[in-house]
């Protein structure tokens, strides 16, 4: 038996089949063969009983096999269907589908506890392995595994077989849910006697400038006849991987049963974990047993303290943090909820580029890799439990948030459920006392908040709660009377704003489904939620009880296209588009968001064969803006602190001048002008160094531009695309909300001047050339090295 644990990626060689298949309930344990088992069946009657494959010859077609990698989406690729009547997921059928893989272990594992990590499946999944019925989840946000001990083969004993069936058409969600292993899986092995899976707790109880009290608890499980002696060193490496303290106990564990070590050590001088210096300590847990090690764990931590003020708000390492959020989905262009992992690092890489600092996984537990990336990069999270479900079924899936989750210094806030109907009842109460209960004893360190949207005073709801989260609560400024009647309570305003508008366009049209860019057009009801995007940061600035805000949301995401039904497919409500372009929102948060100056002016200006007055506005944290239209001043507006000054202006094509002043002094000049015809492509990566790893993935931004190099911001031109090299394309997307092209293709329509591919390693090394052509234009093209 090879000692130790390893844990690897289970991502590629799966086969799958999109559609129903029959598989058997078997009336016997194993080798009855079919798609669960690789072996060939055995003989006797209870086949003909129990075991009849109706449809064996399409079940083993190769050709209805096609092999996928994780993570995969499978209802992305489905075609865009009006019959469907189903906008709220974007209009794309979901069908049952089925993931096969053939795999071998060797004959040196057999001992071994073999298990299978799934990070998340969209849902309702069940597994079969090597004929066995071993599993069912439900939940298409949690993350859960299959011990495969019992029913693997080893060595000569002949391969395995593992066989998901997903079935994604049950809506967890009222958003676009995909269909899939969308995240990743992995092969785990340990000893017998090893650390559960998430066993390991790091807490930081007492800081000061000197020391810092590192608590590390790490349940261990004894899967073996006999109880055993076990020796436990856990040692705490420093930012740059020196040791800085390490602790040595013993424990003693009964046959089939865990225990549970707890031990202290003192970290002297700590480098916190802040936004601006995300320092990341690593506790290395090894265990032994008769002296022979048997386990090693690591476990990233951070060192920091977190707290909310009823009266001033949130506070890092005793600093205040005024939180300046985001609410996402999951889901990104060409992808569909698929992302590798590099694609997360660029939305969040992108939200950072806005000013954001926190970011609130909506509304479900995100993937693993998003966390981490955000404790390495320094970005707050509010991680969410699905819904306000106290049943054995939902306590097991909070719970699975909380220990998978629980030692990211990012994270700040536990959320328990969102816009619940029992909000604000005396069972929701009861309800959420539960779900607050149990988080309390897996988590003391961090606070419990829900995204209420009303009830906030019924029914003895809110106060079970340690933080009071407001969507919406800066309409008629109800978080401010909250805040009067109960000022000992803490207040974050979980979602906000809600703005619906479409990229780059000036003029609403209902029935086509585009909303204008400046953000007012549905602020009135029958959507009260709807609200300028300005609304809640001048709420924000007349409440400093508020730690902060989470807008909504982001970036547009696929299904909730609110107002529209058809033809919308995606939501209009993001600060970005699903590609990540900015919308003229963007520029107001981040105006508002970062310290730097900033002035930016809304539409464009190509308007032809258009006259008439127009909508200039300027976006800006500057106190004082003057805007010049071919020469001639309109005029000065004075900014008062998060508004837009705004002009009407008779439209003369030529250009904008915004000339903006701070304390009287000149600081920023911005131009818009009208662009000529198009004349080329332009291809820009977000990185120029693709790891040839089989899975990093990169963004290439494409744009028409005029001779001079501007982008016309009105250019829809077809583009198709090629790759040449160890890469190839995995999406496309244009972030135009009433957009029915495919998003697994070679080419895609500029909308507003932009579109967007996808690019993914193939594993090797060399140059990687990717040419972006329209017809009548000069191509665009970028080199990336593959290394």
Same mark, same amino acid.
């Given at each position: 038996?090879?000692?130790?644990?390893?844990?690897?990626?289970?991502?590629?060689?799966?086969?799958?089949?999109?559609?129903?298949?029959?598989?058997?309930?078997?009336?016997?344990?194993?080798?009855?063969?079919?798609?669960?088992?690789?072996?060939?069946?055995?003989?006797?009657?209870?086949?003909?009983?129990?075991?009849?494959?109706?449809?064996?010859?399409?079940?083993?077609?190769?050709?209805?096999?096609?092999?996928?990698?994780?993570?995969?989406?499978?209802?992305?690729?489905?075609?865009?269907?009006?019959?469907?009547?189903?906008?709220?997921?974007?209009?794309?059928?979901?069908?049952?589908?089925?993931?096969?893989?053939?795999?071998?272990?060797?004959?040196?594992?057999?001992?071994?506890?073999?298990?299978?990590?799934?990070?998340?499946?969209?849902?309702?999944?069940?597994?079969?392995?090597?004929?066995?019925?071993?599993?069912?989840?439900?939940?298409?946000?949690?993350?859960?595994?299959?011990?495969?001990?019992?029913?693997?083969?080893?060595?000569?004993?002949?391969?395995?077989?593992?066989?998901?069936?997903?079935?994604?058409?049950?809506?967890?969600?009222?958003?676009?849910?995909?269909?899939?292993?969308?995240?990743?899986?992995? !092969?785990? =092995?340990?000893?017998?006697? #090893?650390?559960?899976?998430? %066993?390991?707790? *790091?807490?930081? +109880?007492?800081?000061?400038? /000197?020391?810092?009290?590192?608590?590390?608890?790490?349940?261990?499980?004894?899967?073996?006849?006999?109880?055993?002696?076990?020796?436990?060193?856990?040692?705490?490496?420093?930012?740059?991987?020196?040791?800085?303290?390490?602790?040595?106990?013993?424990?003693?564990?009964?046959?089939?049963?865990?225990?549970?070590?707890?031990?202290?050590?003192?970290?002297?001088?700590?480098?916190?974990?802040?936004?601006?210096?995300?320092?990341?300590?690593?506790?290395?847990?090894?265990?032994?047993?008769?002296?022979?090690?048997?386990?090693?764990?690591?476990?990233?931590?951070?060192?920091?303290?977190?707290?909310?003020?009823?009266?001033?708000?949130?506070?890092?390492?005793?600093?205040?943090? !005024?939180? =300046?959020?985001?609410?996402? #989905?999951?889901?990104?262009? %060409?992808?569909? *909820?698929?992302? +590798?992992?590099?694609?997360? /690092?660029?939305?969040?890489?992108?939200?950072?580029?806005?000013?954001?600092?926190?970011?609130?996984?909506?509304?479900?537990?995100?993937?693993?890799?998003?966390?981490?990336?955000?404790?390495?990069?320094?970005?707050?999270?509010?991680?969410?439990?699905?819904?306000?479900?106290?049943?054995?079924?939902?306590?097991?899936?909070?719970?699975?948030?909380?220990?998978?989750?629980?030692?990211?210094?990012?994270?700040?806030?536990?959320?328990?459920?969102?816009?619940?109907?029992?909000?604000?009842?005396?069972?929701?109460?009861?309800?959420?006392?539960?779900?607050?209960?149990?988080?309390?004893?897996?988590?003391?360190?961090?606070?419990?908040?829900?995204?209420?949207?009303?009830?906030? !005073?019924?029914?003895?709801?809110?106060?079970?709660?340690?933080?009071? %989260?407001?969507?919406?609560?800066?309409?008629?400024?109800?978080? /401010?009377?909250?805040?009067?009647?109960?000022?000992?309570?803490?207040?974050?305003?979980?979602?906000?704003?809600?703005?619906?508008?479409?990229?780059?366009?000036?003029?609403?049209?209902?029935?086509?489904?585009?909303?204008?860019?400046?953000?007012?057009?549905?602020?009135?009801?029958?959507?009260?939620?709807?609200?300028?995007?300005?609304?809640?940061?001048?709420?924000?600035?007349?409440?400093?009880?508020?730690?902060?805000?989470?807008?909504?949301?982001?970036?547009?995401?696929?299904?909730?296209?609110?107002?529209?039904?058809?033809?919308?497919?995606?939501?209009?409500?993001?600060?970005?588009?699903?590609?990540?372009?900015?919308?003229?929102?963007?520029?107001?948060?981040?105006?508002?968001?970062?310290?730097?100056?900033?002035?930016?002016?809304?539409?464009?200006?190509?308007?032809?064969?258009?006259?008439?007055?127009?909508?200039?506005?300027?976006?800006?944290?500057?106190?004082?803006?003057?805007?010049?239209?071919?020469?001639?001043?309109?005029?000065?507006?004075?900014?008062?602190?998060?508004?837009?000054?705004?002009?009407?202006?008779?439209?003369?094509?030529?250009?904008?001048?915004?000339?903006?002043?701070?304390?009287?002094?000149?600081?920023?000049?911005?131009?818009?002008?009208?662009?000529?015809?198009?004349?080329?492509?332009?291809?820009?990566?977000?990185?120029?160094?693709?790891?040839?790893?089989?899975?990093?993935?990169?963004?290439?931004?494409?744009?028409?531009?005029?001779?001079?190099?501007?982008?016309?911001?009105?250019?829809?031109?077809?583009?198709?695309?090629?790759?040449?090299?160890?890469?190839?394309?995995?999406?496309?997307?244009?972030?135009?909300?009433?957009?029915?092209?495919?998003?697994?293709?070679?080419?895609?329509?500029?909308?507003?001047?932009?579109?967007?591919?996808?690019?993914?390693?193939?594993?090797?090394?060399?140059?990687?050339?990717?040419?972006?052509?329209?017809?009548?234009?000069?191509?665009?093209?970028?080199?990336?090295?593959?290394?």
């Amino acid at each position: 038996m090879t000692p130790g644990r390893s844990r690897a990626r289970f991502d590629d060689g799966w086969k799958f089949f999109r559609g129903e298949l029959h598989v058997p309930h078997t009336v016997k344990a194993g080798m009855l063969g079919g798609l669960a088992d690789a072996m060939k069946r055995k003989g006797g009657k209870h086949l003909v009983v129990a075991f009849v494959d109706r449809e064996m010859k399409k079940a083993t077609d190769p050709e209805r096999w096609p092999e996928v990698t994780l993570p995969h989406d499978y209802v992305v690729e489905e075609p865009i269907r009006r019959d469907l009547q189903d906008a709220s997921h974007g209009h794309r059928a979901r069908c049952v589908g089925y993931y096969r893989k053939v795999f071998t272990l060797p004959r040196a594992d057999a001992g071994r506890r073999i298990t299978l990590e799934f990070d998340g499946i969209y849902r309702d999944s069940t597994i079969w392995v090597n004929g066995h019925h071993l599993a069912d989840h439900r939940s298409g946000y949690t993350s859960f595994s299959v011990d495969l001990t019992a029913v693997a083969r080893y060595g000569d004993e002949g391969p395995n077989t593992i066989l998901v069936r997903v079935d994604p058409r049950q809506n967890e969600g009222w958003w676009y849910e995909g269909g899939g292993i969308y995240r990743h899986a992995w !092969l785990v =092995k340990t000893d017998p006697v #090893h650390v559960r899976q998430w %066993g390991t707790s *790091v807490t930081t +109880p007492r800081i000061t400038a /000197a020391s810092a009290s590192v608590r590390i608890e790490t349940a261990i499980l004894n899967e073996t006849a006999q109880a055993t002696g076990l020796a436990l060193e856990t040692v705490v490496l420093d930012p740059r991987g020196r040791r800085v303290a390490a602790v040595r106990s013993r424990a003693r564990v009964a046959a089939a049963a865990g225990a549970t070590v707890r031990q202290r050590v003192s970290v002297r001088a700590p480098r916190l974990w802040s936004l601006e210096t995300p320092h990341l300590y690593r506790a290395v847990t090894t265990v032994r047993q008769a002296g022979r090690v048997v386990d090693r764990v690591e476990t990233s931590f951070g060192i920091r303290t977190i707290r909310f003020d009823a009266a001033k708000g949130f506070f890092l390492n005793g600093r205040h943090v !005024l939180i =300046k959020g985001t609410c996402n #989905h999951q889901d990104f262009a %060409g992808v569909g *909820v698929a992302l +590798p992992d590099s694609l997360q /690092a660029y939305r969040i890489d992108l939200l950072r580029e806005m000013g954001c600092n926190a970011y609130r996984c909506a509304h479900h537990p995100p993937t693993p890799e998003l966390l981490d990336y955000c404790d390495r990069v320094g970005m707050l999270v509010m991680d969410e439990n699905r819904k306000l479900d106290a049943s054995p079924e939902g306590l097991r899936d909070l719970k699975r948030m909380l220990y998978r989750d629980r030692n990211h210094p990012c994270i700040i806030l536990w959320g328990m459920e969102n816009e619940e109907p029992l909000e604000g009842t005396v069972m929701g109460a009861r309800l959420l006392e539960t779900l607050v209960r149990t988080t309390h004893r897996i988590d003391p360190t961090r606070p419990t908040t829900s995204a209420m949207n009303h009830g906030d !005073l019924d029914g003895g709801y809110a106060e079970k709660l340690d933080v009071k %989260g407001f969507n919406y609560g800066h309409n008629n400024d109800k978080d /401010a009377a909250y805040h009067a009647a109960r000022p000992w309570h803490p207040i974050i305003g979980t979602e906000t704003s809600a703005s619906v508008t479409t990229r780059g366009m000036y003029q609403t049209d209902m029935k086509h489904g585009v909303l204008d860019a400046y953000g007012d057009t549905m602020a009135t009801p029958p959507w009260p939620w709807n609200c300028g995007f300005d609304a809640p940061w001048r709420s924000l600035l007349r409440h400093p009880f508020l730690s902060g805000i989470f807008i909504w949301s982001g970036f547009d995401y696929r299904g909730e296209p609110l107002p529209f039904k058809w033809p919308c497919t995606t939501s209009h409500y993001g600060a970005m588009d699903t590609c990540g372009f900015p919308k003229d929102a963007y520029w107001y948060h981040r105006a508002q968001f970062r310290p730097e100056p900033l002035l930016h002016l809304m539409p464009h200006w190509n308007r032809p064969g258009r006259r008439g007055p127009v909508r200039v506005r300027a976006l800006t944290n500057l106190d004082r803006v003057t805007l010049f239209v071919n020469g001639r001043s309109l005029g000065a507006r004075m900014v008062e602190p998060g508004t837009q000054p705004e002009w009407l202006v008779d439209y003369a094509p030529g250009e904008l001048l915004a000339v903006g002043m701070r304390e009287g002094r000149e600081v920023l000049r911005t131009r818009v002008r009208t662009t000529g015809p198009a004349k080329a492509v332009q291809a820009v990566p977000h990185r120029t160094r693709l790891v040839a790893d089989g899975r990093d993935a990169i963004a290439v931004r494409v744009s028409v531009r005029d001779a001079a190099g501007a982008v016309i911001p009105t250019a829809c031109h077809p583009v198709r695309f090629a790759v040449s090299g160890p890469a190839r394309i995995i999406g496309v997307g244009n972030g135009q909300c009433n957009s029915h092209e495919p998003d697994k293709a070679d080419r895609r329509r500029a909308f507003n001047g932009w579109c967007l591919v996808l690019i993914q390693s193939t594993g090797h090394r060399g140059r990687v050339a990717l040419t972006a052509r329209s017809a009548g234009l000069r191509p665009g093209r970028c080199i990336i090295s593959a290394g």
